[in-house]
């Protein structure tokens, strides 16, 4: 369905995104004489633009396969212990955005 394209393009964007942000960054980083890294704020910007379109495409693709998933499973699990939506959908999205 069209969370599935979604996914598979938000998948592609990822790899090209963390492809070009570890070239670029290699190439970018501001090393102190104490060993500090700093990067320049564009690299900051595009990180964040490309981490909250994939929040958005995952919150689009939530809305075609939460009920179908919620229908199957009967209940919603995080790290082990059964819990409700509010609690698993926290999880399940803060842990997608520490994967980025």
Request: aromatic share 14%; charged share 10%.
């Amino acid at each position: 369905g069209p969370a599935a394209l979604a996914l598979v393009l938000c998948g592609v964007l990822m790899v090209f995104f963390q492809t070009i942000l570890f070239a670029t960054t290699a190439a970018e980083a501001i090393c102190d004489e104490n060993g500090t890294v700093s990067y320049p704020m564009h690299l900051w910007n595009s990180f964040v633009l490309v981490a909250l379109t994939a929040f958005a495409i995952e919150l689009f693709s939530l809305r075609y396969s939460l009920i179908p998933f919620y229908h199957e499973a009967g209940q919603f699990e995080a790290l082990g212990c059964r819990v409700n939506f509010k609690v698993w959908i926290s999880v399940m999205l803060s842990l997608s955005l520490l994967n980025l």
